[in-house]
């Protein structure tokens, strides 16, 4: 018996297994076809994951072209380092910054110590040393200014030394001198444009206009941009061509890189916007000047004018108080210390005046000539005949429309009113130059004229005084509507009486 059940037993096993294998054949397809499913399950998902991404990227796609330009993130450059900024300021000929400034002498200084044969760098130096000087009224720094230019020329002899030493002469109000060295850096460079703006100044102060307007036109042919554009507003000007000097500085301040710059423009424009009368428009130009930069005291200087104007004269002693701070002129505190005056505040006026004088010492020692202003002070508020003779000596040295004008005026409050009325007349002769639009000057001739008895001519100009500007000064504005008053109606003469 067992050996039966022993022999039953493989045979069960492999009945077992053959009934196994059927079992698992008839599993696999169904196994095949679940996986098959899920197969397909996951194509199906991924084709779905596949579309929403692509749609996802056509939306952000559109978002994007849909955005401003400038919506897209960019990392900003580095700025320049300060000395650098001032160093590309200075080599185009525009305003810089005062710090800008101070970093720059420190960094070429420094650079000199060690590289003291670099004649460019001394040329740089000298040319900031100018700028500073100019923009502090601190004439110390125009002896260093000239001793580095010239040793940059005992290096190598170079047009950009040669130009900072006409700007240097020009910031002296020497400009016989600024037109020497200017003509010089012509000659050895003709095509640096930086030249031209020197001789522009030099040609003005010396008033030969023709000149002025000549290296202008070359300026132009040279080069284009903020700083020409200013330097045309400028010549513009002195031609009596407002609205274009006008749009000149306006494209010029919108188109200025650094704010120094865009801040000297807007003083400008400040400036001929007073000239013309347009109290409101000048005041804008000078405080946004001073909002952009404040060390633009050009512009404080010209809010203390307009508001004075404006009757506001709480504000106009604060800014000119502020400008004279800082830029110690003696320009302004003639302005402040008539202001003072007009008030009935003789005490604060001498003190002004005092200032005045020895900002006309500080000045001399520096190798700055001041005599002009000097000479509308004596004028007006000292010895005429002083006046008379520092200015016909300034006259010899540079006849330009401002020194006529200013000796004109001494002369006729000296009792010299047939000498005078040439000057007057050569101040605003068109012809000759003197096409400037200015209500001071038109007034002095006036005012002349009415002292030589030419009644009608005298009439005609005072009151082109007061159409140009009729708020060009609180006392003489006064006193040219009295004047008129007293004329009354007399007949009219030729216009050459």
């Excluded at 230019?149 to 040669?162: I, Q, Y």
Aim: proline share 5%; charged share 30%; glycine share 8%.
């Amino acid at each position: 018996m067992e050996n039966q059940a022993t022999e039953h037993r493989p045979q069960e096993r492999r009945q077992e297994a053959r009934e196994e294998r059927r079992q698992e054949a008839r599993e696999e397809p169904r196994q095949t076809r679940r996986e098959e499913r899920r197969q397909e399950r996951r194509a199906r998902l991924h084709g779905r994951l596949v579309i929403a991404a692509v749609a996802g990227c056509v939306v952000l796609g559109t978002v994007l072209m849909l955005l401003p330009a400038e919506r897209p993130v960019r990392r900003a450059a580095p700025a320049p380092a300060p000395g650098a900024q001032a160093l590309t300021a200075v080599a185009a000929g525009v305003p810089a910054s005062l710090p800008d400034l101070a970093a720059l002498i420190r960094e070429r200084e420094s650079h000199l110590r060690g590289h003291p044969e670099d004649a460019r760098s001394w040329a740089v130096l000298g040319t900031a040393y100018v700028e500073r000087g100019r923009r502090t009224a601190d004439t110390a720094f125009f002896p260093r200014a000239e001793d580095a230019l010239r040793t940059s020329l005992k290096v190598r002899e170079n047009a950009e030394a040669l130009g900072g030493l006409a700007a240097l002469a020009n910031a002296r109000r020497d400009f016989r001198t600024a037109r020497t060295w200017g003509e010089a850096a012509r000659r050895l460079e003709p095509g640096r444009w930086t030249t031209y703006p020197a001789l522009i100044d030099a040609y003005t102060g010396l008033g030969d206009y023709k000149a002025a307007r000549g290296a202008l036109e070359r300026l132009m042919k040279l080069r284009s941009g903020p700083a020409v554009m200013a330097r045309a507003a400028a010549v513009y000007r002195d031609r009596g061509w407002r609205e274009d000097a006008a749009a000149q500085l306006a494209d010029a301040a919108a188109g200025a890189r650094a704010p120094a710059e865009r801040a000297a423009y807007l003083e400008q424009a400040g400036q001929l916007a007073w000239e013309r009368g347009d109290l409101e428009d000048a005041l804008r130009h000078f405080q946004e000047a001073v909002r952009v930069d404040p060390d633009q005291r050009a512009a404080q200087a010209g809010q203390g004018r307009v508001l004075a104007a404006l009757g506001r004269t709480t504000e106009a002693l604060s800014a000119y108080r502020m400008a004279l701070a800082k830029q110690p002129l003696p320009q302004y505190a003639l302005e402040l210390g008539e202001l003072y005056e007009s008030l009935g505040l003789g005490q604060a006026a001498r003190v002004q005046y005092d200032l005045l004088r020895a900002a006309v010492e500080r000045a001399e020692a520096g190798g700055a000539d001041e005599q002009l202003v000097l000479g509308q002070f004596e004028a007006d508020h000292g010895e005429p005949a002083d006046a008379v003779r520092r200015l016909r000596a300034e006259w010899r040295r540079q006849p330009g429309i401002a020194v006529a004008d200013a000796l004109g005026w001494a002369l006729h409050r000296a009792g010299e009113d047939q000498e005078a009325l040439r000057h007057a007349r050569i101040a605003t002769d068109g012809a000759h130059g003197g096409g400037v639009r200015s209500a001071l000057y038109m007034y002095h001739l006036g005012m002349i004229e009415r002292e030589s008895e030419r009644y009608a001519p005298a009439r005609r100009h005072l009151q082109e005084a007061l159409r140009i500007n009729p708020c060009f000064s609180l006392s003489r504005v006064r006193e040219a509507r009295e004047a008129l008053a007293a004329l009354g109606d007399v007949p009219d003469e030729p216009p050459g009486h």
